[in-house]
């Protein structure tokens, strides 16, 4: 409200939801493609090898909820047009960092969707979400942070008809600054 009452252009930056698979994604399921939404997983994790990295700094405010687990949350806003009404979270916090370095976290929206998610600094990389519903359910296996020179995919399921949907690269974050722009 404090940068719109100054007419000062303000966004956060979640590049992922200028890709085409996101906008995509989120467009068959508000279209009912799976029909009600029920239940959305997501997960976002790498390793983080260096143990001085900013990721693990409690003073600026590092972990895996504020790095990668935003992002888990923020999709979940985003396919459902919502804020959580509910949630809950466990957390493993590192000896010597002092953040988050691993969390798994429950929500639940006005709507009725539950969704869960994990986040963490210490695993192999993933970042993929999915969503389920009564009719049918959406995978997009790399939601989060495609490379932009291959072809993203989502997978799609509705009853028991299944389908590969292949979109062409793009560079989320060129799509992001020309939105802004």
Not at 1 to 13: G, T, V
Not at 74 to 81: A, D, K, L, V
Not at 111 to 127: E, I, P, Q, Y
Not at 133 to 140: E, F, K, P, W, Y
Request: charge should be negative; aromatic fraction near 12%; hydrophobic fraction near 35%.
């Amino acid at each position: 409200d404090a940068f719109k009452s100054r007419q000062i252009l303000f966004a956060e930056a979640f590049m992922y939801r200028f890709h085409p698979q996101n906008q995509q994604a989120q467009a068959m399921i508000q279209d009912g493609a799976i029909g009600e939404p029920q239940i959305m997983t997501a997960s976002f994790s790498f390793r983080v090898t260096n143990r001085d990295n900013i990721r693990l700094s409690a003073e600026l405010a590092g972990g895996a909820l504020m790095d990668v687990g935003c992002y888990c949350i923020n999709s979940m806003r985003f396919i459902t047009g919502e804020n959580p009404s509910q949630m809950s979270a466990f957390a493993h916090f590192g000896e010597t960092s002092d953040v988050d370095e691993e969390i798994t976290g429950i929500l639940e929206f006005p709507s009725g969707m539950r969704g869960h998610f994990d986040a963490s600094l210490n695993t192999h990389k993933v970042h993929n979400y999915e969503v389920r519903g009564t009719r049918g359910r959406i995978l997009l296996p790399e939601s989060y942070t495609p490379d932009h020179n291959k072809p993203t995919a989502i997978h799609y399921w509705q009853d028991d008809q299944y389908e590969l949907l292949e979109i062409d690269p793009v560079d989320q974050y060129q799509l992001m600054v020309e939105d802004f722009a």
